[in-house]
């Protein structure tokens, strides 16, 4: 997805590592509105990139391990 982004949109890729940044210092908090994903996804997080995409994620042994940069779950 982030190679998507990067030939396609250079504004979502510098919103994207924003809120990289931004969960790598607070993994639950912060910008994006970080929500706990449920069911199949219990144990990932979801931030907003914008209404339509979502950064989906979890925090693992201090680092983020990213499985989604688009669409919505």
Do not use: C
Not at 19 to 29: G, K
Not at 42 to 68: C, K, P
């Amino acid at each position: 997805d982030y190679l998507y982004w990067q030939k396609h949109d250079k504004r979502m890729v510098e919103r994207i590592n924003t809120l990289i940044r931004e969960a790598q210092r607070e993994p639950f908090s912060g910008m994006g509105k970080p929500e706990p994903l449920k069911h199949a996804l219990s144990g990932f997080w979801s931030r907003r990139i914008t209404d339509e995409h979502r950064m989906v994620y979890r925090a693992v042994n201090n680092a983020l391990e990213i499985v989604q940069l688009r669409f919505h779950y």
